[in-house]
Antibody, heavy 125, light 108 residues
Framework: QGQLVESGGGVVRPGRSLRLSCAAS????????MHWVRQAPGKGLEWVGL????????YYADSVRGRFPISRDNSKNILYLQMNSLRPEDTAVYYC??????????????????WGQGAVVTVSS | SSDLTQDPAVSVALGQTVRITCQGD??????TSWYQQKPGQAPKLLSY???HRPSGIPDRFSGSSSGNTASLTITGVQAEDEADYYC???????????FGTGTKVTVL
């Protein structure tokens, strides 16, 4: 079915950088687009961004565009989230998740079907 | 607008039926997926497309959509269904994804 395991979380001061990794196993990683989703303490889910299966394009939420580039290494089955210029409001649990889609009645039906356990990132002075 | 709006909370008696709604302009053009999240856990996919469920999801969970509103109905609510529920879809550009504001379901 597949598994995702995040790593790299921790406590970091505002303005500094941190890189999260997401190791994939049990499925053909290079054939799926991947996403990052975050959840601030006591808040709802927020989509952060996505990277295509081949890494050729990425899309980002306005809140992180220009600060959080997403990349992947398909030879190692690893997804990355480079978090730069961190702010206290970036404090959250960060999840990686697999993009899955199918065609239903002629339209694309998307979903996030596999999730990691989450990596905790705390931005504080 | 790219916002997806959900009622913050709903209560339902054990064994009864509850419908959770998600409203947004983009839902007129894109399907909605639904997720269940329990405290301390990652979200879990419940429904996608036109009332499709992943393997292992009980058929008491069903999704539907009409116009700018998508719904998740839980028929015969169980105690273990107490959780937060989120909808997700594409935004109006089609390139970004957006989550609903979330609904906390309490089972009485």
């Amino acid at each position: 079915q597949g598994q995702l395991v995040e790593s790299g979380g921790g406590v970091v001061r505002p303005g500094r950088s941190l890189r999260l990794s997401c190791a994939a196993s049990g499925f053909s990683f290079s054939t799926y687009a991947m996403h990052w989703v975050r959840q601030a303490p006591g808040k709802g889910l927020e989509w952060v961004g996505l990277i295509s299966n081949d890494g050729n394009y990425q899309y980002y939420a306005d809140s992180v565009r220009g600060r959080f580039p997403i990349s992947r290494d398909n030879s190692k089955n690893i997804l990355y989230l480079q978090m730069n210029s961190l702010r206290p409001e970036d404090t959250a649990v960060y999840y990686c998740t697999r993009d899955w889609f199918t065609m239903v009645r002629g339209m694309t039906a998307d979903a996030f079907d596999i999730w990691g356990q989450g990596a905790v990132v705390t931005v504080s002075s | 607008s790219s916002d997806l709006t959900q009622d913050p909370a709903v209560s339902v008696a054990l064994g009864q039926t509850v419908r959770i709604t998600c409203q947004g302009d983009s839902l007129r053009n894109y399907y909605t997926s639904w997720y269940q999240q329990k405290p301390g856990q990652a979200p879990k996919l419940l429904s996608y497309g036109y009332n499709h469920r992943p393997s292992g999801i009980p058929d008491r969970f069903s999704g539907s959509s009409s116009g700018n509103t998508a719904s998740l109905t839980i028929t015969g609510v169980q105690a273990e269904d107490e959780a937060d529920y989120y909808c997700n879809s594409r935004d109006s550009s089609g390139n970004h994804r957006v989550f609903g504001t979330g609904t906390k379901v309490t089972v009485l």
